[in-house]
């Protein structure tokens, strides 16, 4: 039989993850099965119970899940820990579970690598405060910006990264409307808010056309902050499929101990979100 695994979420119908681990799996010849499966807050703690009591080796945890699930696991790595959020969890040999966050090292990789931007001395915008906001903010100061500004919805959760964070790098936080009116030389965009439909709620001054835009969210076409973005005149504003793929070859990495290749992977969900926005129009 082969082995289990899953990406949990609300709402999740959206999620790539299947489709890219099945290509990872059949890339590295590994047998195993994964399914994206809708969990709502309230049956969080029975789901996980009733996966890994059914034979489940793994799960790739995503909104709303990622904080609450820190209290559901017996363990977390460093930087699961750090973050005070997990986006994978491993059924170990000992029948512990592990809990890891690979968000950030998937966004740090997309953007120096994939994209080639460099973060050293630049000033960074982060939209958002929630577990995907949480995940990135070590590995984004740990390339040395100037400073981040955290701004979200609720201002409360933004000063509480900087209150978690700052001895790691120069952080400051608010509101939407207490972001500074002046050009960021990175935006990215870790809200929820394109499920919504909504653009954001920041001074428009944040982005020219230097700016760089990046936004944590994907689908078959632009998405509301990207199309914002756009309209300010940013010349290079890009969805998350890069970081997806990457945080998910280190989950596979993790569960499978074997490191899928990322490019190809890359090239063909691009190509596929570009034939669905083709065949919607
Ligand atoms: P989360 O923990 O539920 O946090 C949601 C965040 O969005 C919070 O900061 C929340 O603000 C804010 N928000 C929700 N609705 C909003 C609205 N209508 N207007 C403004 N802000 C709003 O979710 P998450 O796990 O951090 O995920 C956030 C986004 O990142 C999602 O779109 C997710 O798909 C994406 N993501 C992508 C990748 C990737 O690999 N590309 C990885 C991780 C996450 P409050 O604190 O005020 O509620």
Redesign the pocket.
Known sequence: MNDRYAVIGQPISHSRSPWIHARFARQTQQDIQFDAIEVVPARLTEYLRHFFADGGKGLSV???H??AVTQLVQELTPRAAQAG?I?TILLRQDGALLGDNT?GA??VRDLTQNLGISIVGRRLLL?????????VLLPLLGLAPQEIFIA???PQ?AHELVERFSKFGKLRAGG?EDVPARRFDLVIN???????G?KPTIPVQTVGTQTFCYD???ANRDTPFLSWAQERGCARAVM??G??VE?AAEQFQLWREVRPDTSSVLVALRAQISSAAAATE
Request: proline share 2%; net charge positive; aromatic share 4%.
């Open positions: 995503t909104l709303p990622k904080q959020a986006n968000d998937g966004l939209l958002g405060a929630g577990g995907a906001a949480r995940g979200n919805r609720s959760r939407f870790a809200t929820a808010a394109n499920l919504a909504e944590l969210a994907y998350g499929l970081m997806l945080q």
